[in-house]
């Protein structure tokens, strides 16, 4: 019985090849690819092995300190005269879950994702959240099974079209509903930590935003920091 269970967390042969394409890296362990494609509400329901027992969060956690290194290396090289803080800004908005869940989209990632039947009918594989999950994780996957080298090859392919998008530095949203709000006369806008998520290596910070009169938003983020920039472009959006 336990062999059936653990089998219901991993794909078939036709379905890593499937996926290897798509990410332009064949895994030498599959089951590493299972794991990251493994949304905690699949590993509950199933009750896998301890190698599944926290879905894709670990490999997540992995994934996003990964990513962020090579975006950072990516820029350096790129933006060889702009300042810090101007790199920071392109560098806080490739590693966003929007970033992320933009590039689960273009390789089609969710369909190949493990999901609690639950999950599966609410729409779990077109949850930007769930994707910018995954995409993580398979960028940690990559590393364990490749090496740095495997995980730059995706990242590189993948984001630099979205780098290319953007010729000058994005400004900081924080920075730009602050003066948004002062234009119009109105009190600076007021964050406010609403609540977490997720498990406790790897919290997510919930951060609600308000500008006075109008209604407040909420964003999410691996700090509160992330947090209060996911809010404030949510905010901004609402507003235009």
């Not at 689960?104 to 369909?111: M, N």
Request: charged share 30%.
């Amino acid at each position: 019985m336990a062999a059936d269970r653990r089998k219901t967390a991993r794909r078939s042969a036709d379905a890593h090849a499937r996926l290897a394409g798509r990410l332009g890296y064949s895994f030498k362990k599959p089951e590493v690819l299972d794991e990251a494609l493994t949304h905690r509400s699949a590993a509950e329901r199933q009750r896998v092995d301890a190698a599944f027992r926290y879905g894709n969060e670990r490999l997540e956690f992995l994934g996003d300190r990964v990513l962020s290194l090579v975006v950072a290396d990516m820029l350096l090289a790129q933006f060889p005269t702009e300042s810090e803080g101007e790199l920071a800004r392109r560098h806080a908005a490739l590693v966003r879950a929007g970033a992320l869940a933009t590039v689960a989209r273009e390789i089609e990632l969710g369909a190949d994702l493990i999901l609690g039947e639950s999950e599966d009918a609410t729409g779990g594989r077109d949850k930007s959240a769930i994707l910018a999950d995954a995409c993580e994780a398979v960028i940690g996957a990559l590393y364990l099974d490749g090496g740095l080298e495997a995980a730059r090859g995706f990242i590189e392919r993948l984001w630099q079209p979205l780098i290319a998008v953007t010729p000058k530095p994005p400004r900081d949203p924080k920075t730009e509903l602050q003066e948004w709000a002062q234009g119009r006369g109105l009190p600076l806008p007021a964050y406010r930590e609403v609540g977490r998520e997720g498990p406790a290596h790897a919290p997510k910070f919930v951060i609600e935003v308000e500008v006075r009169g109008h209604t407040a938003v909420r964003g999410a983020g691996g700090n509160k920091r992330e947090a209060e920039r996911v809010a404030a472009q949510s905010l901004l959006e609402a507003l235009r």
